[in-house]
């Protein structure tokens, strides 16, 4: 089946050079992307997102948005359509952590592919960060805190520096870190496999007291937090997409054995479940974060449910 045979309008470089476009999406059609998507579309942007198959491509043709057939594992073809935009949103990644390190290594060479092609022309370019693993756990992180790379397990982090250094030649870049969990319904990412482990488990659990804490945004506030970086936030910026700074582990293992019908417990390392054995790592870890500065800069103010409310809502307890 070709995209043609599902209807899909796909762009070629051709097309894209007649075509008036504003951004290029990649990851368009995954989590975070599609509210993007929709939330560019609804403010009168017209987006052109990229797609790897058929059905990322006919999943951004009905929303409304223009589709560029193309991979992130092909960096050089992404010049095109970030040449042709307005700017470029950048939130494709390849999430298999089995081989973390070369998905780091193809989002480096994207990223350079995306800067190079936007130097000196002052376009905006947004790039993907997290908060997890910022400052030391105990403190609120900020948008001035930095990582220490020196120490850093994940190979993607150098990524946003990366980025950032584009700033200097002529790129409206921003960084958006976002927080580890991005709610809402439809999420299938950590809160829904924490939600998959609880029923495997027979047990709501969390970690010592479970007093550690998870920083998290509704998916929809992230979306308009990129809308307004995209449309008026300076180069070099570092934004915090977080609204609950901090939600305790214990809070969230209460509302998970009510909705589930599950005993709710404490565990220590040397006790894990099998079932919660990839969980381990991140149960016993505790990361706050703040997004004042985020706030007071673009006038963004968080409006949506807050992880517990949808968790308290069923979105993840009752699939």
Known sequence: ????DIGVTVMSVTDIERHIMEYFVTGASGWIG???TAELLQHGHEVVGLARNDESAAKLSAAGAHVFRGSIDDADGLRAPAEAADGVIHLAFNHDFSAHAAAAEADRAVITA???TLAGSDRPLIVPSGVLGLGNGVDVATERTEFDLAKTASPRLPNGKLALDFAD???RVVSVRFAPTVHGDGDHGFMAGYVAMD???GVAGFMGDGSQTWPAVHVADAAV???LALEKAPAGSVLH??????VEHRAIADVMGEKLGLPVRAFEPDEIPEQWAWLARFLGFGSRASSTATQELLGWTPTHNTLLEDLAAGYYTER
Not at 1 to 4: E, F, G, L, V
Not at 241 to 246: F, K, L, R, S, Y
């Open 1 to 4: 089946m070709t995209a043609a």
């Open 34 to 36: 599609t509210a993007v």
């Open 114 to 116: 995306l800067g190079e």
């Open 169 to 171: 030649r002529g790129v």
């Open 199 to 201: 029923r495997l488990a």
């Open 225 to 227: 937090l990129v809308r």
């Open 241 to 246: 997409a977080v609204a609950d700074e901090g």
